[in-house]
């Protein structure tokens, strides 16, 4: 049986992830701090909290990586790091082509040394 986790949070640190979970604007946010008052104010395992206790499954060591991230880096170690996630099938910044002088669409380009 893996070993529970002890959880010993501030005052300050209770009251900061109460407000997260009743009035973050991202719903994400919300979750993982009700997980994290769920581990430490009820004494749940991560494996109770991924499981039974949050409104979807989670895996019991993304629950436990929520917890460490927060105790390492507090609230804003919460929120998804810039360039994560699902990067964009097409970036039309990053396809540009490369336009073709006037006329010449279509048109196989001739070495200068054939041309007349």
Same mark, same amino acid.
């Given at each position: ?17 109460r ?36 409104l ?8 436990? /990586?929520?917890? *460490? @991230?927060?105790?390492r ?6 929120? %998804?790091? &810039?360039? !994560?996630?699902?990067? #964009?099938?097409?970036?039309? /910044?990053?396809? *540009? @082509? ?7 669409r279509?048109? %196989?380009? &001739?070495? !200068?040394?054939?041309? #007349?």
């Amino acid at each position: 049986m893996p070993k529970r986790l002890d959880i010993t949070l501030s005052t300050e640190q209770r009251a900061e992830l109460r407000e997260a979970r009743d009035h973050h604007p991202k719903a994400y946010v919300r979750e993982k701090a009700a997980a994290i008052l769920k581990m430490a104010e009820e004494r749940l395992s991560a494996l109770e909290v991924a499981q039974h206790r949050l409104l979807s499954r989670r895996d019991d060591n993304t629950v436990r /990586s929520w917890l *460490r @991230r927060y105790l390492r880096g507090g609230l804003a170690s919460l929120l %998804v790091q &810039q360039g !994560r996630g699902r990067k #964009p099938a097409f970036s039309p /910044s990053a396809h *540009r @082509r490369k336009r073709r002088p006037r006329g010449t669409r279509g048109a %196989v380009p &001739q070495p !200068r040394a054939l041309r #007349p």
